[in-house]
């Protein structure tokens, strides 16, 4: 069983349409992460869940909007894309926070 | 958070222990320090962390030194597999406001 899965891998779209990218861990984890990934491959935190709640935020346009149903899940909607949105988008997970469980990824292509 | 600087790139011999070093000078008391990979294309992945004590576990060994002032991991024995972009990260604990901050990291390339 995949412990942090994310959907979709891939994702193409048109610029300003509206998108989400869904993330579950079955790992029974508090805190839930978002990451993004730009072309020169700096990975930069977006958001952080813990239980539910919104902990670190950072400075993200507010077109970006993380939604957590339950502990397990942490979704990513963004509105009005851009073509600067394009990235690789990293959910994770961990309990102490010292070892972070990080999914596959979802590669975002705006055009 | 406290900066961290890795050489960009390394080699290393496949079956050779790769060594790869992190100087994080102004690390605070609090601050751990974390080692994490990223194999191309593929979800960063948890490699070891550490306070004070060196610590191994299955995967490396990590030797932090007497001030803290920068740390070593150790890849015992490389493989082709272990080619990945190795980023060494120092934060406080989650419940003390911690959160990973990814740096440049170091390029490890094994070589056969």
């Given amino acids: ?111 | 958070d406290a900066k961290t600087t890795q050489p960009t790139s390394m080699d290393c011999a496949e079956g050779r222990a790769a060594n790869l070093p992190c100087n994080h000078s102004t690390i605070s008391g609090n601050e751990y320090v974390y080692w994490y990979r990223q194999i191309h294309s593929q979800g960063p992945q948890y490699i070891i962390h550490g306070l004070k004590n060196n610590e191994t576990n299955e995967m490396a060994s990590l030797i932090i030194t007497e001030d803290r002032k920068s740390s070593t991991l150790i890849l015992p024995h490389a493989t082709l597999r272990d080619t990945a972009v190795y980023y060494c990260i120092v934060s406080p604990s989650y419940n003390q406001g911690g959160k990973l901050i990814f740096g440049q990291g170091t390029e490890l390339s094994v070589k056969p």
């Fill in chain 1, 1 to 111: 069983d995949t412990a942090v899965s994310q959907t979709p891998k891939y994702l193409v779209t048109q610029m300003g349409n509206d998108k989400s990218i869904k993330c579950e861990q079955n790992l029974g984890h508090d805190t839930m992460y978002w990451y993004k990934q730009d072309s020169k491959k700096f990975l930069k935190i977006m958001f952080s869940y813990n239980n539910k709640e919104l902990i670190i935020n950072e400075t993200v346009p507010n077109r970006f909007s993380p939604k957590s149903p339950d502990k397990a899940h942490l979704n990513l909607h963004i509105n009005s894309l851009e073509l600067g949105d394009s990235a690789v988008y990293f959910c994770a997970s961990s309990q102490t926070g010292w070892e972070a469980f990080f999914g596959q990824g979802t590669r975002l292509t705006v055009v």
